[in-house]
């Protein structure tokens, strides 16, 4: 059974910057996508990033791209948020996610590709 556990959130003010680190353990995380998600106060769900298995390939949502960035240690099984010039509307749950499938091409921008999650980081952004 993969556990996931996200570290690092906390509160910040407008440009500041939070790194968020998600640990994985109990089965295979080298082999799978895995995504950011996060979500606000009365929102949905919302995609943030994805990085493919070997880290060759990210996908981040519009409001996020140039400010974020997502990384992998697969040695230290272990997937990495540096967020830079934050802004109150990132304010928000952040949960780490593994792709329900090995090598997996396609859609990381939806939840339902997702089988293992995180108790999530808080991240307030202060204006």
């Known amino acids: 059974q993969l556990q996931l556990v996200e570290s690092g959130g906390g509160l910040v003010q407008t440009g500041d910057s939070l790194r968020l680190s998600c640990a994985a353990s109990?089965?295979?995380?080298?082999?799978?996508?895995m995504g950011w998600f996060r979500q606000a106060p009365g929102k949905e769900r919302e995609f943030v990033t994805a990085?493919?298995?070997?880290?060759?390939?990210?996908y981040y949502a519009d409001s996020v791209k140039g400010r974020f960035t997502c990384s992998r240690d697969n040695a230290k099984n272990t997937v990495y948020l540096q967020m830079n010039s934050l802004k109150p509307e990132d304010t928000a749950v952040y949960y780490c996610?593994?792709?329900?499938?090995?090598?997996?091409?396609?859609?990381?921008?939806?939840?339902?590709?997702?089988?293992?999650w995180g108790q999530g980081t808080q991240v307030t952004v202060s204006s």
């Open positions: 990085i493919t298995w070997g880290g060759g390939s990210t």
């Open positions: 996610a593994r792709n329900s499938r090995p090598h997996y091409i396609g859609t990381y921008s939806s939840g339902n590709e997702y089988n293992y």
């Open positions: 109990g089965s295979t995380f080298s082999s799978y996508t």
